[in-house]
C-alpha cells in the first residue's frame, strides 16, 4: 500500500507553532483529494520526535 491508499491520518505534534510546517509536509506527501485528517497538540508523542502520524489506508 502507498500514501495514495490512506483515507484517514490523525498528526500528533508536541507543539502548536509546529503545524503550518506539518501542513506543508502533509500536502507534500499527499495528492488532493487530501485524506481526512485531524491534528492533536500533545506532549505523548515519543521523546525525541515532534510529530507522530497515524494513517488508515484502504485498497
Known amino acids: 500500500m502507498g500514501f495514495e491508499d490512506v483515507i484517514k491520518a490523525t498528526v500528533f505534534i508536541t507543539d502548536a507553532d509546529f503545524y503550518d510546517g506539518m ?6 506527501i499527499f495528492d488532493e483529494p487530501y485524506p481526512a485528517r485531524s491534528a492533536v497538540v500533545t506532549g505523548i508523542v515519543t521523546d525525541g520526535q515532534k510529530v507522530e502520524i497515524e494513517a ?4
Open 56 to 59: 488508515i489506508a484502504e485498497k
Open 23 to 28: 501542513n506543508e509536509g502533509y500536502r507534500e
